[in-house]
């Protein structure tokens, strides 16, 4: 499997104040990879890094090339999209217009049509609901919307934060299991961020602990799953 993302020596800033020192990670063509820790930890700051919303410092090479400094929609158009933590969907926009901004780095119109039919066979309640304004969707509806809204550029890549919190646990299943299956149809790699460890692990290949901007622990998901001392000392469950 060739590297899609690969960082090395990876720093970010706020300001002057440093959260995240020299990590080095990748994710596979086609890979589930997890990032877990702890609250404060510099996991979201990780993902702001690679869409260039923070400042950094290192190498992040996507594809072969190299995106540090670029600017975040020259990133998109690469092939990354970034589902933030809170989601961010627009709430005074319609679902369908939510979607539409996604796609906003594309200039075929036919295939952002089929994809925005494709998104409500994924997710049928987003089709029933395209008129609505986004404000009205439930916690669940709105992360399927941002997952769908970041599906429309495209992407090669997606950089998952946090997209199981404050949602029920069926509501998890169900948007955990489509997750897997963009995954395997689409080949869409993904970069996890989870605070639910075991969730995490179940659907990721491999695993990096981050603590306090620094990797603790890494290694295949299934290892850092069946280790007990792992488990306890860094994941909490
Ligand atoms: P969480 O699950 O709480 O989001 P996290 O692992 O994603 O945790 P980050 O949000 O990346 O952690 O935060 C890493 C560090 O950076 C923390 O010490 C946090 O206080 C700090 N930080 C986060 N956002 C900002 C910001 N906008 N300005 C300044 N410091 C920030």
Redesign the pocket.
């Known amino acids: 499997m060739s590297v899609l993302l690969q960082a090395t020596n990876f720093q970010a800033f706020?300001?002057p104040?440093q959260?995240v020192f020299g990590i080095n990670f990748e994710v596979p063509e086609g890979a589930i990879v997890t990032v877990l820790?702890?609250?404060?930890?510099?996991?979201?700051?990780?993902l702001?890094g690679i869409m260039n919303e923070v400042r950094t410092r290192g190498d992040v090479v996507f594809d072969g090339q190299r995106i540090n400094g670029k600017a975040t929609e020259s990133i998109v158009r690469l092939g990354i999209a970034h589902v933030p933590?809170g989601r961010g969907t627009f709430v005074d926009l319609t679902v369908e217009e939510n979607l539409r901004l996604g796609a906003y780095v594309r200039r075929d119109r036919s295939g952002v049509a089929a994809d925005m039919q494709r998104m409500y066979e994924y997710f049928p309640v987003l089709g029933s609901r395209r008129s609505q304004r986004a404000g009205m969707l439930s916690g669940g509806e709105q992360q399927m919307l941002a997952i769908s809204r970041a599906l429309m550029s495209r992407p090669r890549l997606m950089l998952l934060?946090?997209p199981s919190t404050g949602l029920a646990p069926l509501v998890i299943q169900d948007i955990f299991k489509i997750l897997e299956t963009i995954n395997r149809e689409e080949k869409v790699s993904m970069l996890l961020?989870e605070?639910d460890a075991a969730l995490a692990l179940k659907m990721a290949s491999f695993a990096y602990v981050?603590e306090t901007?620094r990797v603790a622990v890494s290694g295949p998901a299934s290892e850092l799953r069946e280790s007990d001392s792992i488990r306890r000392s860094y994941l909490g469950y």
């Open positions: 706020y300001g104040r959260v820790g702890a609250n404060g930890a510099g996991k979201s700051t990780t702001r933590e934060d946090e961020v605070q981050l901007g």
